[in-house]
């Protein structure tokens, strides 16, 4: 990810008499706040396509459209990301830490398997799924993750002592399909909606990773901004 090594450069040398720090922590909430209203948005007009493509479909079952498998529990992980430890750790339902290698480089979709269920996160770069997650992989992106939001996850769960979805449970799970033609023009639709959403979100993790940085020091006094001119 490019802000990577610029928020690993960030903790050694940042220039404050150019940058208000205070400033740049409070409109970092509030670009936060405003991406994820527009990713809801695109969602909501990645759903009406989906709604109007799939109105009179026949049903395969999902297993047919991707492949699943189980996420792997890390060697090892860190609560912060740091210049070693930059790859994203996901949970069932978010990222839940940082690690220093990966089990995967491509698109892929993820969700739960134990703990939380219905929550489907999209990966476009190097991830670790754990082992708490499902790990979806498809030449159907866009479609199978519409399909994966559409499925009631509870109805799946076999646990007794806690949530569990098998890999047989979710694949084979009946989907809508439609043909090799308007799956190949729902998909192009789609991906470019996910394509903005995946750029928010990264530019979103940017700032939210360099404003939890710098506000423990803020507050903890080891950063000065006393003498900062914040008029400009």
Known sequence: MRW???????????????YSL???????SLYSTRSAKTNDYLEDIMDCIFSNTISESDYVELSSLCSIASGKRPPSKTDVMNRDNNIPLYGASKIMGWCNGYLYDEPILITGRVGTHGIVQKSFGKSWP????????????????????????????????????????????????????????????????????NRLIEENTALSMIRDLLLPKLMSGEIDVSNLDLSS
């Open 4 to 18: 990577i090594s610029a928020l690993s450069s960030l903790q050694t040398s940042i220039n404050f008499k150019r």
């Open 22 to 28: 205070r400033r740049f922590i409070i409109l970092s």
């Open 130 to 197: 754990s082992d708490n997650t499902l790990v979806i992989k498809t030449n159907n992106y866009g479609y199978v993750y519409e399909c994966l939001k559409n499925i009631d996850f509870s109805v799946l769960n076999c646990g007794s002592t806690q949530p569990l979805i098998t890999q047989s449970a979710l694949g084979n799970v009946q989907v809508p399909v439609i043909s090799d033609t308007e799956l190949k023009r729902f998909n192009q639709r789609i991906e470019s909606l996910i394509t903005i959403q």
